[in-house]
């Protein structure tokens, strides 16, 4: 099955700092990569549906100088966390679709734990 | 604009006993459905989707769901619980307007008792 990684699983950073996670697809191309925060106890919200090659669309309320995007191939798409605070951690979710298949299957990444200290 | 309900945060069941999670959706356009279960720490799962064709659909781990225009719903079910199917279970609507990007409901924990 279509498998993609996402990395680092967990990271610890400091105040002010920024973080950049990302989201491979290995075993397929993914024109489309979605990008979710989840909160404890919480259901996935979508943040941002990161296109190859062009820029990301951000929902509602998410800053985009904030979350930067970068989706530079068809297998790898970035989230930098900018100037992180102890208000963004969280558990961040990428998730690809196969564009040789049914877009509307998503593959999720493990997620990437975020704690701002 | 799409979304899902999902009726009961936790549910409690004891093993081998019938698994029954509540979804309802709201579309304005045919709705793509999915079943996504969650493990501790982990990323999602899918059990099974709903596109077209057949209501009764038919996922992983002997799970099931039915698709019912009628009622809206798109309940997930398995006959016989097992231990291992504890976890966190997400009912999901795809929004063709948002690239299939997908809208989730707020989960149900399901606890399996021995």
């Known amino acids: 099955g279509a498998v993609v990684s996402q990395h680092p699983s967990r990271v610890i950073c400091k105040s002010g700092t920024s973080v950049k996670i990302e989201c491979r697809s290995l075993d397929f191309q993914a024109t489309t990569m979605f990008w979710y925060r989840q909160f404890p106890k919480k259901s996935l919200m979508l943040m941002a549906t990161?296109?190859?090659?062009?820029?990301?669309?951000?929902e509602q309320g998410v800053e985009k100088d904030k979350f930067l995007i970068n989706h530079a191939s068809l297998t790898l798409s970035t989230l930098t966390v900018t100037s992180a605070h102890p208000e963004d951690s969280s558990f961040y979710i990428c998730s690809a679709g196969d564009r040789e298949k049914a877009k509307n299957i998503q593959y999720f990444g493990a997620g990437t734990r975020l704690s701002v200290l | 604009a799409q979304s899902v309900t999902q009726l009961g945060s936790h549910v409690s069941v004891s093993e081998g006993a019938l698994v029954l999670l509540r979804c309802n959706y709201s579309s304005s356009v045919p709705p793509y459905l999915f079943w996504y279960v969650q493990y501790p720490n982990q990323g999602l799962q899918l059990l099974l989707k709903y596109t077209t064709g057949a209501t009764l659909v038919k996922g992983i781990n002997g799970f099931e769901a039915e698709f019912k225009k009628s009622e809206t719903s798109f309940h997930l079910t398995k006959p016989s619980a097992h231990m291992s199917d504890a976890a966190e279970y997400f009912c999901?609507?795809?929004?063709?307007?948002?690239?299939?990007?997908?809208?989730f409901g707020k989960g149900t924990s399901l606890l399996v008792t021995p």
């Open positions: 999901a609507v795809s929004d063709p307007n948002s690239g299939y990007a997908l809208n």
């Open positions: 990161s296109n190859e090659g062009s820029k990301a669309t951000y």
